[in-house]
């Protein structure tokens, strides 16, 4: 399930599911459109998880769940607890991460 979050109720959705992967994205940001296809198309593959996208600027309480200091960051929770997270610009990095909770 891919969602883009129009309020800052991450650490509601992170307590309401068993996994849940997000990308901390802003609208300046370049790298971060460019991984925005590649971060669906890994949502389509897997539609039983939640993949989020969410504004690092207009949301800071979901910023904060994973001290997001550097953007595109991604960010893997499991069980309302955040497991793993890591900057890039590489598909396969972020293929990576999500395997780990999968």
């Not at 590649?38 to 504004?55: C, G, N, R, T």
């Not at 904060?64 to 955040?82: E, I, R, S």
Request: charged content about 20%.
């Amino acid at each position: 399930m891919f969602q883009e979050l129009t309020q800052d109720n991450l650490a509601e959705i992170v307590a309401q599911n068993e996994t849940v992967v997000v990308q901390y994205a802003a609208s300046w940001c370049g790298n971060c459109r460019i991984m925005k296809p590649k971060f669906k198309m890994l949502a389509a593959q897997h539609e039983h998880v939640p993949f989020l996208i969410v504004d690092a600027e207009q949301f800071p309480n979901a910023r904060q769940l994973a001290k997001v200091d550097n953007l595109p960051t991604f960010a893997t929770f499991k069980n309302g607890v955040l497991v793993n997270q890591t900057q890039t610009n590489k598909a396969e990095v972020l293929a990576e991460l999500v395997q780990e909770v999968l």
